[in-house]
């Protein structure tokens, strides 16, 4: 059974860097069969795609975000992460990590249970 | 890519049908059979219940089905039951290998 966890402050102050792990069981980031990504929700909110990344390292990211987003991924730990830059208080949001199935069903099919992260000094 | 229009809330009785409808352009939506729909229950995480307009997953009941007309998709559920209640979020794969999501809808079993 897969399973997706982020980790990571749940506190971060304005204009510091947001960093979250997801780490991943039961499958191997390696395989080379899924993209690997990032949502968030701020409260009261829809979900808004932060970002992706391949095994390879190619990251794709959403034009909203993209100056101050970085995904990266750490194979041997078989993990993947977030960074985001200068943040505010309306980054305050839950962030999940999840699975994309992109080349078969063209769905998330896995996702974390999600992290709150609060903008907050 | 603007978010993905979905309504607020809807609601419906134990046993009628509703349908979520999901408005987008033809850049997601319009352009792509890649629409899926997800169902999240408070507290816990999304899961996938249509991937590509109208497939189900396994172990997805058949009283969900998903369907797309121009840039509009609609996920419908009969035989609604008391587990039904839930947020609904649609997702669309874009032009630009972004993935874009509703706003998500409410729904309410009276």
């Known amino acids: 059974q897969v399973q997706l966890q982020e980790s990571g402050p749940g506190l971060v102050k304005p204009s510091q860097t947001l960093s979250l792990t997801c780490t991943v069981s039961g499958d191997s980031i390696s395989s080379g069969h899924y993209y690997w990504i990032w949502i968030r929700q701020p409260a009261g909110k829809g979900l808004e795609w932060i970002g992706r990344?391949?095994?390879?390292?190619?990251?794709n990211y959403n034009p909203s975000l993209k100056s101050r987003v970085t995904i990266s991924v750490d194979r041997s730990k078989n993990q993947f992460s977030l960074n985001l830059r200068s943040v505010t208080p309306a980054d305050t949001a839950v962030y999940y990590c999840?699975?994309?199935?992109?080349?078969?069903?063209?769905?998330?099919?896995?996702w974390g249970k999600g992290t709150t992260v609060t903008v907050s000094s | 890519h603007s978010a993905l229009t979905q309504p607020a809330s809807v609601s419906g009785s134990p046993g009628q049908s509703i349908t979520i409808s999901c408005t987008g352009t033809?850049?997601?939506?319009?352009?792509?059979?890649?629409v899926s729909w997800y169902q999240r229950h408070p507290g816990e995480a999304p899961k996938v219940i249509i991937y590509e307009v109208s497939s189900r997953p396994s172990g997805i009941s058949n009283r969900f089905s998903g369907s797309k007309s121009g840039n509009t998709a609609s996920l419908t559920i009969s035989g609604l039951q008391a587990e039904d209640e839930a947020d609904y979020y649609c997702g669309s794969y874009t032009s630009d290998s972004t993935l874009v999501f509703g706003g998500g809808t409410k729904l309410t079993v009276l």
């Open positions: 999840a699975r994309d199935d992109f080349w078969n069903k063209r769905s998330l099919d896995v």
């Open positions: 990344i391949y095994f390879g390292g190619s990251t």
């Open positions: 033809n850049s997601d939506v319009g352009g792509y059979n890649y």
